[in-house]
T-cell receptor, first 114, second 114 residues
Framework: GNSVTQMEGPVTLSEEAFLTINCTYTATGYPSLFWYVQYPGEGLQLLLKATKADDKGSNKGFEATYRKETTSFHLEKGSVQVSDSAVYFCALSPFYNQGGKLIFGQGTELSVKP | EAQVTQNPRYLITVTGKKLTVTCSQNMNHEYMSWYRQDPGLGLRQIYYSMNVEVTDKGDVPEGYKVSRKEKRNFPLILESPSPNQTSLYFC?????????????FGEGSRLTVL
């Protein structure tokens, strides 16, 4: 079946540190991959996405590359800010998607200290 | 402003007392869906709707009902709530249920069933 596994949190970093949040997936065919971010008290919002192998999604200084050979979609940012503190969800959308469903990882909480 | 609006945002109720969580979107999206978010489990799909009068079960539909009489509204109904339905609920919409599309989320409804 389809599944997403994220590194466990919480992750605590100092401002300007380098961020990596690992995400690996299991899927048949060629899924689309997403990172969503949830700021405190808010709904999820799309951060970036990649729809085919070797695609790199990027937004707000965050990047993730769709690696089919390692079934991974790790999120990276070179220099985090306090405002990046949030919960980050990796998700996939199966190629043959009945129900428009996204399959989410369990989420990784990031806390950035000044 | 394009948005998905849920009400109520917070609710405490008792076992067996029927309740409805409303969801409305102003983006003319065909596709709408409900998710629940639980610690360590990420988000799981409850029900979805590909268009007016077309609804179907997601991964965790037990104890819930939905209806889609109008394109903009997709209420979630708990006929007889139980404590295991205590959760954070999100409504989401998108232009279609395609596998490459972005989901737009509401701000969430935190439900506690005593």
């Amino acid at each position: 079946g389809n599944s997403v596994t994220q590194m466990e949190g919480p992750v605590t970093l100092s401002e300007e540190a380098f961020l990596t949040i690992n995400c690996t997936y299991t899927a048949t065919g060629y899924p689309s991959l997403f990172w969503y971010v949830q700021y405190p008290g808010e709904g999820l919002q799309l951060l970036l996405k990649a729809t085919k192998a070797d695609d790199k999604g990027s937004n707000k200084g965050f990047e993730a590359t769709y690696r089919k050979e390692t079934t991974s979609f790790h999120l990276e940012k070179g220099s985090v800010q306090v405002s990046d503190s949030a919960v980050y969800f990796c998700a996939l959308s199966p190629f043959y998607n009945q129900g428009g469903k996204l399959i989410f990882g369990q989420g990784t909480e990031l806390s950035v200290k000044p | 402003e394009a948005q998905v609006t849920q009400n109520p945002r917070y609710l405490i109720t008792v076992t067996g007392k029927k309740l409805t969580v409303t969801c409305s979107q102003n983006m003319n999206h065909e596709y709408m869906s409900w998710y629940r978010q639980d610690p360590g489990l990420g988000l799981r799909q409850i029900y979805y709707s590909m268009n007016v009068e077309v609804t179907d079960k997601g991964d965790v539909p037990e104890g819930y009902k939905v209806s889609r009489k109008e394109k903009r509204n997709f209420p979630l109904i708990l006929e007889s709530p139980s404590p295991n339905q205590t959760s954070l609920y999100f409504c989401a919409s998108s232009p279609s249920g395609s596998n490459t599309g972005e989901l737009f989320f509401g701000e969430g409804s935190r439900l506690t069933v005593l």
